[in-house]
């Protein structure tokens, strides 16, 4: 069995379905899919597997000509991905005639020298069901796939795998997700590319750039750690119908599959309020919480800059007091290290274990210093406390007239307890159960 796993790149012009043959083969909507030309922008990676053969299914934008330096860069992240890929698969349209934007997609996939494999998708559009014309492309084989009916799935993955050694992909079950959030343009692409190391998405000054959520792993200390890239949060007005609507939905998505989250904030646009929903978001779900102030090094400012600028965020997010904050910029590299060393201190946080012992002793303490208050008769008893086994940050805390206890109680326990465990950069939260 071969220790390198293979790479798919799935390759062909604007519109033809390749993000649906994408989703179909991976079983899961992972790409966005709209019917309109050039949804896809960024290079999507995902692990499939097919006949006990895993590989990595890579999907790309659509081949056109490039109308500017924004596109010229999708165009070379399609060049690389065939140049990198073990086997390509070129996917056209059945019922559209061959275009020169497919003979020039064809060729770049032969050239390659790696095995190519044509699919001609739509293949229930196609009354004929001729696939002669197609052999003037001059690739073999050729299988005819509906993505949308189901027809011809097995078949062109049976040829596929037929073309890959046997390989196996082994997961890290200490893997860190790391998802990077933030409203659009605020630089999380660039940070996303400078923490990978690598041109993977895509970065420029255009808001809107990344619409799917783009993963890629690294490795930092020993440590597995998968990237997330996801699009821009905008205020609920500002969200447009349609594609955009699907990417703050895997946005929201992704803060649910992270462990700790990144949140970004422009240098030059601080004290958003969305900034705020979005770090707000992140505590909700009980995950890992970073505040990122980036592009700071095109910010104006002087030796006392950050100093002044740090308690004002600070009093913004007030109700993450926890998170710590970083001044990070991925241009010029500062602090981005710093970042690796944060998350990893906060997933050590998070996988901390309490002796039940201790945080008893430590509950009989502060209730003893600062008894709850209550109703007459019916004043919160606080008895007996233990970690959730598997659902850190949280712990049961069982007693009597708990529903009693005041929200500012409850602050008050949480600040007592990181005086003496810090557990900074992630939340946690006390259920309060009726012992009967």
Excluded at 184 to 213: E, H, I, M
Aim: net charge positive.
């Amino acid at each position: 069995m071969s220790n390198k796993v293979p790479i798919v790149a799935i390759v062909g012009r604007a519109n033809v379905g390749k993000s649906s043959l994408f989703n179909a083969i991976l079983g899961r909507r992972e790409a966005i899919i709209a019917a309109e030309p050039g949804t896809t922008r960024d290079s999507l990676t995902a692990k499939a597997t097919w006949d006990g053969k895993d590989f990595w299914l890579v999907d790309t934008a659509g081949l056109k000509a490039a109308e500017d330096d924004f596109e010229l860069t999708i165009q070379e992240q399609i060049s690389e991905a065939a140049a990198s890929a073990d086997a390509i698969v070129v996917v056209t349209e059945a019922d559209v005639p061959i275009t020169e934007e497919d003979r020039r997609v064809a060729t770049m996939a032969l050239k390659s020298r790696r095995p190519v494999i044509l699919a001609v998708n739509k293949i229930d559009k196609n009354q004929r069901g001729d696939l002669n014309e197609w052999q003037r492309l001059g690739i073999k084989p050729i299988s005819a796939t509906s993505v949308t009916q189901k027809i011809g799935l097995e078949a062109l993955l049976d040829e596929i795998t037929s073309k890959l050694p046997k390989a196996r992909i082994k997961q890290d079950t200490n893997r860190i997700n790391l998802a990077i959030l933030g409203r659009p343009n605020v630089g999380k692409s660039s940070l996303f590319n400078s923490l990978a190391k690598k041109q993977q998405a895509l970065v420029a000054d255009k808001a809107g750039t990344t619409r799917d959520v783009n993963r890629t792993t690294v490795r930092y200390e020993g440590k597995e750690i998968e990237l997330a890239d996801t699009a821009g949060i905008r205020r609920s007005g500002k969200i447009e119908r349609g594609v955009e609507k699907f990417s703050v939905l895997r946005a929201l998505a992704a803060i649910e599959q992270s462990d700790i989250c990144l949140v970004l904030m422009d240098s030059a646009e601080l004290n958003v309020q969305l900034d705020q929903k979005i770090a707000g978001l992140v505590k909700e779900a009980g995950k890992g919480l970073v505040l990122v102030v980036s592009k700071w090094d095109v910010a104006e400012k002087d030796a006392y800059t950050r100093d002044q600028i740090a308690p004002q965020i600070a009093a913004n997010f007030a109700f993450v007091p926890w998170a710590p904050l970083i001044f990070t910029s991925a241009v010029t590299g500062q602090n981005v290290t710093k970042i690796y060393e944060l998350i990893l201190q906060i997933a050590e946080a998070r996988q901390q274990r309490f002796k039940t012992t201790e945080l008893n002793q430590w509950l009989r303490r502060v209730v003893n210093e600062h008894p709850p208050a209550g109703l007459k008769g019916r004043t919160p008893k606080l008895n007996y406390i233990v970690q959730e086994e598997n659902d850190f940050p949280n712990f049961k805390v069982f007693g009597a007239h708990t529903k009693f206890l005041h929200w500012s109680y409850k602050r008050y326990l949480e600040r007592k307890f990181r005086e003496v465990w810090p557990l900074a950069g992630t939340p946690l939260k006390f259920w309060f159960i009726e012992k009967h």
